[in-house]
């Protein structure tokens, strides 16, 4: 499992690697503001999968916000 997370972390780096320098190059901050936001979540998803660990699904939370909603509006 190490190994894998290894090579995560490697393949992380290397996008940042390729990527930050040109977006602070032409100063393109709100840009860099969205790739570090999505590469982070991005991060954060994937090292616990590596590991094993079993995410919520996403689906659910949705349906709990959105049913009253659908609920109040068929009234």
């Known amino acids: 499992m190490s190994k894998v997370i290894a090579l995560l972390i490697m393949l ?3 996008i940042i690697l390729l990527e930050v320098p040109g977006l602070a190059k032409k100063q393109m901050w709100r840009e860099l503001i969205a ?4 590469l982070s979540i ?10 094993g660990v079993e995410l ?3 689906t659910q939370a949705i ?11 068929r009234k």
Not at 35 to 38: A, K, R
Not at 63 to 73: C, D, T
């Open 56 to 58: 919520p699904n996403p």
């Open 12 to 14: 992380f780096i290397g």
């Open 42 to 51: 991005g991060m954060a998803l994937s090292i616990p999968l590596a590991l």
């Open 63 to 73: 349906e709990a916000l959105v049913k009253p909603l659908s609920e109040f509006l």
């Open 35 to 38: 790739f570090s936001l999505y």
